[in-house]
């Protein structure tokens, strides 16, 4: 399968200003300049297939979004190449534009003040969408999500889960080769998070849409993502899809407990007693991360039970949310 989107060797730097403190740090700024060079993409290299759904992952900061704005059009690479669909982004912007789509962050691009349809009609200007399309991908959105009720009703109006639906709704609207989606369910309730995964996984079937997703939530990892690409720092950390990643941490457990009293504190009890695994609780059980290559589930359980009445326990494998959590601190050795 040939590669719609191609990076090799991509570098982005940016100049930035290193500010005094002070009145007089602030005066002497405007008179000399001490500028430093922050390396937000290092050297990264990747090419992802027609169709593909990546999930593009890394802490803050870690350039995520510098790199998919290069892979827009919006920045120009300090050095290396990046094709999209056969464009150079930020040389054929127009054209690029043309064969994308986006939703970023809360950035909507509807029209606040005007029901979706009317949104839906200027977009199918601007992009200029045949008659027969245009009707095309509304009898399936109303197939995929009950967009009926929507289609009248001001922006303003909506809930954020419905504006953000909608917003996904007009990136694929004029049936783009790429659809960038940056945090599409952040701030959302479970069913609408629900709602959306089923969404945008039904558009990359029906249309072949190739979907690059940022995301923190790994409910839509798991659910959306084929292959993972995960960047800390501007490099490259990991390039595969998520069963391999697992295989790396085939040795970690997750051993759960109950027991009385309250649950974060005791787990910040058993975090000091157990300074080489990772310890953490929610309102139900407190989870620790066991490597069996250093100690064995059962001599952590036995070192618990010396302590500590322990009312039930779950034994599980290693979830994706843990992998990634290890790699952001330790990186794939």
Excluded at 94 to 117: D, H
Excluded at 173 to 202: C, Q, W, Y
Excluded at 270 to 296: F, M, R
């Amino acid at each position: 399968m040939s590669a719609i989107i191609e990076i090799k060797n991509v570098t982005k730097e940016f100049k930035v200003l290193k500010r005094r403190e002070g009145l007089k740090g602030s005066l002497k700024d405007l008179f000399s300049r001490n500028y430093k060079i922050v390396r937000a993409v290092d050297n990264i290299s990747m090419q992802i297939a027609q169709g593909e759904i990546v999930g593009y992952l890394g802490p803050n900061g870690a350039g995520k979004s510098t790199t998919i704005k290069m892979m827009t059009g919006v920045l120009e690479p300090t050095s290396g190449e990046i094709l999209v669909g056969g464009n150079v982004p930020y040389k054929n912007r127009t054209r690029n534009a043309q064969e994308i789509g986006v939703v970023f962050g809360q950035r909507s691009q509807l029209w606040w003040a005007l029901p979706l349809i009317e949104s839906f009609r200027l977009l199918k200007d601007i992009y200029q969408i045949p008659d027969a399309d245009y009707e095309e991908m509304l009898k399936l959105y109303q197939s995929l999500v009950d967009i009926e009720p929507l289609l009248h009703k001001p922006v303003r109006q909506m809930s954020l889960g419905q504006r953000t639906l909608s917003d996904i709704l007009a990136a694929f609207l004029h049936n783009p080769k790429i659809v960038f989606l940056d945090e599409p369910t952040i701030g959302l309730d479970v069913s609408m998070k629900a709602k959306i995964r089923t969404l945008i996984h039904a558009l990359n079937k029906e249309k072949k849409t190739t979907v690059i997703l940022t995301t923190h939530d790994m409910g839509d990892v798991d659910a959306l993502c084929q292959r993972i690409v995960i960047i800390d720092k501007g490099k490259m950390l990991y390039d595969n899809d998520i069963a391999h990643l697992k295989r790396f941490f085939g040795s970690y457990r997750t051993l759960k407990i109950r027991v009385d009293g309250d649950l974060k504190q005791e787990a910040e009890n058993i975090q000091k007693e157990l300074p080489d695994n990772s310890v953490s609780a929610d309102d139900e059980w407190i989870s620790v991360l066991v490597d069996e290559e250093k100690a064995s589930v059962m001599d952590v359980l036995g070192c618990l039970q010396k302590k500590y009445k322990i009312r039930d326990m779950q034994l599980e494998e290693i979830s994706s949310e843990e992998v990634i959590k290890k790699i952001y601190e330790e990186g794939v050795q």
